[in-house]
């Protein structure tokens, strides 16, 4: 498992050559697949790179700073597009509620996979994973 290759001390965000840093870029592209999480793609790609867990966690959530502006932007634009008005200092607002409510979460998240690891979260995808399979083929969802 990646979260056993973390290495106490191992390399940061700042670390990663350019190559890597690509490279756990690319692996995002596996979270179109349903059920895969961005985020734990790319911290698995980290630590399987070498990086720390709270390097990997760190890299993972800066890689989700364009995408979510790209996403933002596309869809301000569109309501732009169609004369939809844009309430801007609501949307000023909930950015930047968005935005600090973000930071502590990945604060407080990346404090406790130091603690705990990934294997929790991987658990818990698991358990959860199979309990969708179980509720869509019973066709209770």
Do not use: N
């Amino acid at each position: 498992m990646a979260d056993d290759r973390a290495i106490e001390g191992g390399s940061s965000e700042y670390e990663l050559s350019w190559r890597d840093a690509l490279m756990i870029g690319v692996l995002q592209i596996l979270a179109i697949v349903p059920g895969t999480s961005r985020a734990g793609i790319t911290m698995t790609g980290g630590l399987l790179l070498g990086m720390s867990r709270e390097g990997a966690a760190r890299f993972s959530f800066l890689l989700s700073i364009p995408t979510i502006l790209g996403a933002a932007t596309l869809g301000a634009w569109a309501g732009v597009k169609q004369g939809i008005p844009v309430p801007w200092s609501d949307v000023l607002i909930g950015f930047t509620l968005a935005g600090v409510t973000a930071f502590v979460c990945i604060h407080f998240f990346i404090k406790l996979i130091e603690r705990t690891g990934m294997r929790p979260y991987v658990y818990y995808r698991l358990v959860l994973g199979s309990m969708l399979i179980v509720l869509g083929v019973s066709g209770a969802l």
